[in-house]
């Protein structure tokens, strides 16, 4: 099949977060299978290593060729060539709509252009496209939309339609309390509907976790699947984990100026955001640091959680690590140095370093939500499966006694042994996903 994955992040190009991951290791793994893939981003000022291929009216498409099968290509215009790609120092760029709705334009008349069989779209940044291409090509290549998160929507003002090719009618039978939003737009345009993992998609259906569009996603339940994302083995995997898993730890300890002595080491590697549990974590931090344990933080976010968390360092040096960065080498090092990694999410589509970790024989601790909830099992509710430590309420106190269990847990060397060897030998692989993939690009071209 020919296929065109649009998305505003994708490793190695840019990324802020697992979106970046999802899109990029699909794509391989599709032309791996023999599909021919096209991806598309916005050609951002760090983009490096391309080429011309294509001069359009107003823009031009830059490429990077992978191989015979994998193409990246790039949308360059000057709306596009800034450091950042939604924002710089903590702000979002004012002119996102244009951005990312001028990109969706780009995405689908290219994609006609190119003869493609279905298209891709991924989050709201692309959610305009399956409009575009209803509107202007009556939809005669099918379109699958595919939500990362729900939480962030793309919502703009009425008039900000006007700023598109087809001006601001269109919009009007897809607005949400009168405003535009393109994640709405994109679940109720596109052909067929899927999140990252299966219990995200029965979570959204509902109030608690619908972030208010779960009846726009009930209307669609026909045509909603659920598709857990695979993760970039040739990245996440080191050969021998488990023998040098001592090694990588002292590794990391000194890395970080921690002493390297023999207590459980918790890592967490996260954007800094409320989705992802920080305001039970930080009430529960001065108890789980009063442990003999060591704990190193990597992250971003949110200003008032880096104070919180400084503030917290202060208390108890030698014992937290704080890296307020976006870090890739420092994150290997830690999901694979560390024992435990700590995933205390309030919702959480799927989750990648839960994954990542396990396949590094680290510990996962996460709570029983989305993604997390289908690849962690606990070990002590699941003797024979079990792979981790999982909590159900979202509460500082669950979470606390998640980390107590662990810090019992690393006491027992043969437990510890079973459920790092299990964590390795989970498979984590694209190559199923991307299977599930296919068939639903089938179903959908069949469909039209
Ligand atoms: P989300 O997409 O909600 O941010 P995921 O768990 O799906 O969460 O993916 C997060 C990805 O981003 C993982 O690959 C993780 O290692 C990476 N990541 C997050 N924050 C950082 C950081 N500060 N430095 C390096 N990598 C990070």
Known sequence: ??????????????????????????????????????????????????????????????????????????????????????????????????????????????????????????????????LYSLKKYNKKIPVLFTIHNLAYQGVFPFEFGDKTKLGKDVFKDYLHHNMINLMKTGIL??????????????????????????????SRKDSLFGIINGIDEEVWRVPDILTKKDEYKKELQGFVGFEKKDVPLFGLISRLVDQKGFDILLKCMDDFLSMDVQFVLLGTGDPKYHQEIEKIGERHKGKISINLKFDEELALKIYRGADFFLMPSRFEPCGLGQMISLINATIPIVRKTGGLADTVKDFENDIENGNGIVFSEYSEKELFNSIKRAVELYKNKDKMKVLRERGVNSDFSWSRSAGEYEKIYKFIKEKI
Request: proline share 2%.
């Open 1 to 130: 099949m020919k296929i065109a994955i649009a998305a505003s992040e994708f490793f190695p190009f840019a990324k802020v977060g697992g979106l970046a991951d999802a899109v990029s290791s699909l794509a391989t793994a599709l032309a791996k299978r023999g599909n021919e893939v096209y991806t598309f981003l916005p050609r951002y000022g760090m983009i490096k290593g391309d080429e011309l291929f294509l001069k359009k009216d107003g823009y031009d498409v830059h490429i990077i060729k992978k191989n015979d099968n994998l193409r990246h290509l790039f949308i360059k215009h000057p709306i596009y060539d800034r450091e950042g790609i939604y924002g710089e120092k903590g702000k979002d760029y004012p002119d996102m709509f244009e951005r990312f709705t001028f990109f969706s334009e780009c995405v689908i008349d290219l994609s006609y252009e190119l003869g493609v069989d279905v298209i891709h779209l991924n989050d709201w940044h692309t959610g305009y496209g399956s």
């Open 189 to 218: 345009c596109s052909d067929a509907v899927n999140t990252v993992s299966e219990t995200y998609a029965k979570e959204i259906l509902t109030k608690e976790y619908g972030e208010g569009l779960e009846e726009v996603l009930n």
